[in-house]
């Protein structure tokens, strides 16, 4: 085999396919990244076996064949090289030779034979969501996955899909975070749960345009997103999703109107005084005077009053103050609403318009030694 393209390009590609490559395998061949230039085209291939990118890039074919090169060291060179015309040849017993300008590598590589292709996934009835909508939506949500797999469907996000409209849910036994997508066109019921592995990745990958669309196509283990010159396809995780609509109450005994930004800077100021790993709760108390956020911890303790439009009852109330950061960074409202039950109860901040819901529980500070 043997290929010539832009560093650019094949930088570009090489970090795209990249995030598939497993950091820890028993099979050798899945450290390194697939060349294929058997057909017309210039394929990168990775593939960990749960999530698989393939990419197309510009180049030309002198050669036709394929190789595969342990990512990371490919990865290195390709990106030390200098900013011209790379050559890539292969020959005897899977030698490569990497030349560009007047740098040459000789590595070896391995028999693209070996390697594991993606899944071949039949292609029907795509759904097309822009970029920028998708990238949205993760950035939106993917903070509230739960990070061990102690129960596999946290660490995942639920796609539901209902005629014209997406819903995206998270959780992790603290916190639910929910985002609603109008698509442009009507779809049939269904739902699936993508990894957070997987939607953290291609999320690094799309280049966020509001008029570049993916296609996503589903099967009943896998999903696939298709944009630009790039396929991913990954494992679904398999099973029922938590059937959170028995969590998700309209009722509530108190309603704070509060402006998004001043509640957000509040509680990161509040947060100076929180070491690392310290479980200290912002207590919040909401009168006819307004919102007084307060915390206490071994640094020091921190009182701070916030004007709100309040309806209802007075409380008293306990949060992580990470959790509501968390909310409050993804939420470009000017005004949010803030709706409460009683300190016991979570606690939920939604638009009017129905495209978002977070759900957050609150914490018991009379225990945590005020």
């Known amino acids: 085999m043997k290929i010539r393209c832009l560093k650019s390009d094949l930088v570009k590609g090489v970090s795209i396919v990249s995030k598939a490559v497993p950091t820890k395998t028993t099979m050798p061949i899945l450290e390194c990244i697939l060349i294929d230039a058997t057909t017309d085209i210039i394929k990168l291939t990775a593939n960990d076996m749960e999530l698989g990118i393939e990419t197309v890039i510009r180049g030309q074919i002198d050669e036709k064949g394929m190789i595969a090169l342990d990512a990371r060291i490919f990865s290195d060179i390709v990106r030390k090289l200098p900013d011209n015309e790379i050559v890539i040849e292969s020959g005897v017993n899977f030698q490569t030779l990497i030349t560009c300008e007047k740098a040459k590598f000789n590595i070896s590589g391995k028999s693209g034979e070996d390697f594991s292709y993606l899944p071949y996934i039949e292609r029907e009835n795509p759904v097309s969501i822009s970029q920028f909508t998708l990238k949205e939506v993760i950035r939106q949500t993917i903070f509230s996955i739960a990070d061990n797999d102690s129960n596999k469907l946290m660490t995942g996000e639920l796609f ?137 911890s071994q640094i020091g303790s921190m009182k701070e009053d916030i004007d709100i439009n309040k309806m209802g009852k007075d409380i008293m109330i306990g949060f992580n103050p990470k959790f509501l950061i968390d909310a409050l960074k993804v939420i470009d409202d000017e005004e949010i609403h803030i709706y409460l039950m009683n300190p016991k109860a979570p606690c939920f901040i939604r638009d009017d318009a129905g495209q978002y819901v977070y759900l957050i529980l609150p914490v018991n500070f009379n225990s945590v030694g005020r």
């Open 160 to 296: 539901d899909m209902n005629g014209d409209i997406l819903k995206v849910v998270s959780l992790d036994g603290h916190r639910i975070s929910i985002r609603k997508i109008e698509l442009k066109e009507s779809y049939e019921p269904k739902k699936i749960v993508v990894p957070g592995k997987t939607l953290i990745e291609v999320s690094k990958i799309l280049s966020g345009e509001a008029d570049s669309e993916v296609r996503l196509y589903f099967t009943a283990n896998h999903i696939v997103f298709e944009f630009d010159d790039t396929v991913v396809v990954s494992r679904l995780i398999e099973g029922e999703y938590f059937r959170i609509e028995q969590m998700l109450s309209n009722d509530y005994e108190t309603k704070v109107r509060i402006n998004k930004r001043e509640l957000l800077n509040c509680i990161d100021r509040a947060t100076l005084l929180v070491k690392e790993g310290d479980k200290k709760p912002i207590i919040i108390t909401i009168n006819d005077e307004g919102m007084e956020l307060q915390i206490d």
